[in-house]
């Protein structure tokens, strides 16, 4: 029987099309339906899925006193007041976020849950904010006792991602602080975290509250901070907060009308001046703490070494951290209302437009 010669080509575009055809995507379920009730209903992992194009989730969501300490890869985290919140950063020293987003695991500033603890001095000045849908921790941070790279612009967390498994892949996220008087905890389904330029905010979003979503947009990852969480946390100042909501993040109101601001896409390159001045809602009453007091485990000798820095100025550069820098990007001061952008191309370039 004659050989029928197929050309080699055929054979590579085959195999080409039978690894697109086998690799996919998505998850059968996106993390953000997932729902597990904390501790006991806690799953190894939450991501469950193999063979997708990210591959499978790098830690756990089971943690316990065994896999507490610096090598920890919980990736189940807590939000709960300034003394209680956790982080998502890399589990590797010298790591960018862009390159980790979906393998970050928890630091937490508070032992005893199985997680990685926030070495001491990593925070030099937190604001906790407590509104009727939405807890939210911000603040100052020497991001490479997190692993994180010096000068990494970072990046936003979310459990959405391009891909729906979130960043971190399967990251649970739980709170005491909705309503639950006696202590029981509840799965916080929408939530942001960026993380970079030496900052974070982290804002959680009431499940109960009609606009959980909203609150806790997570389309807006190139504009950092003061848009998506704006607040007046300041260095060396510790301080827990009862407040008003913010606006959702991306949208504004000018002259009374209610706009809504687009996100250009990366390709169109570094962000245009925005059209607008995140407003940073009142806060109801607001009481200071000493650092020291605050993670007595992890920061004997910590924060208390910047309550020297100037506190209070959110009048910086113009009025605001929002002053337009000389090259179109945005200025902020090193106490001024936080504000970082996140992952992009242009990385450490648009880092330096944004800051400087
Ligand atoms: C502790 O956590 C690890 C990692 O998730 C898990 O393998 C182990 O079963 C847990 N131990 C207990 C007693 O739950
Ligand atoms: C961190 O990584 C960068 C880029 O790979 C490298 O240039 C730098 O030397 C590293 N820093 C440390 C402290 O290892
Ligand atoms: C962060 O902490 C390390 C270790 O204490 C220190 O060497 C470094 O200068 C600090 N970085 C910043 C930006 O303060
Ligand atoms: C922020 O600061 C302004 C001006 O001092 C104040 O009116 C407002 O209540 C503060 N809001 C928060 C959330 O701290």
Known sequence: MPQVAIPPIVVVAALAVSLAVAQSTFPATPLVSKRFSYPTGIPYKADTDVGLIRGEQSGYNICNSTTEGQN???????????????????????????????????????????????????????????????????????????????????????????????????????????????????????????????????????????????????????????????????????ESCLGDNQDFPGIYTVNGQVMTYTQPPEEAGPIPPLPYQPRVPPSSSCTQFDSAKLYPVQTATSATSTNNQPSGTQSGAGGSQGTQGSNGGRRAGVSELIGMTSVSFVGVFFSMLFFS
């Open 72 to 238: 920890s890869l919980c990736q189940t985290g807590f939000i709960n007041g300034l003394d209680d919140f956790c982080l998502w950063a890399p589990s590797k020293a010298n790591s960018t976020i862009a390159d980790t987003e979906g393998e970050e695991v928890a630091w937490c500033t508070k032992p005893g849950r199985g997680t990685r603890l926030i070495p001491s001095g990593a925070l030099q000045g937190v604001q906790f904010m407590k509104t009727p849908d939405y807890i939210q921790v911000v603040g100052y941070l020497n991001q490479s006792l997190i692993n994180m790279q010096d000068g990494d612009f970072g990046g936003e967390l979310d459990p959405h991602g391009a891909d729906l498994r979130g960043n971190p892949m399967g990251g649970l996220l739980y709170t005491q602080q909705f309503n639950t008087p006696s202590g029981q905890w509840t799965q916080v389904i929408e939530w942001h975290n960026f993380m970079g330029g030496e900052r974070f905010c982290f804002k959680a979003c009431d499940p109960a509250g009609a606009h959980a979503a909203d609150f806790c947009q997570h389309i807006f990852d190139r504009i950092g901070c003061a848009y998506n969480a704006p607040n007046n946390a300041t260095q060396g100042v510790f």
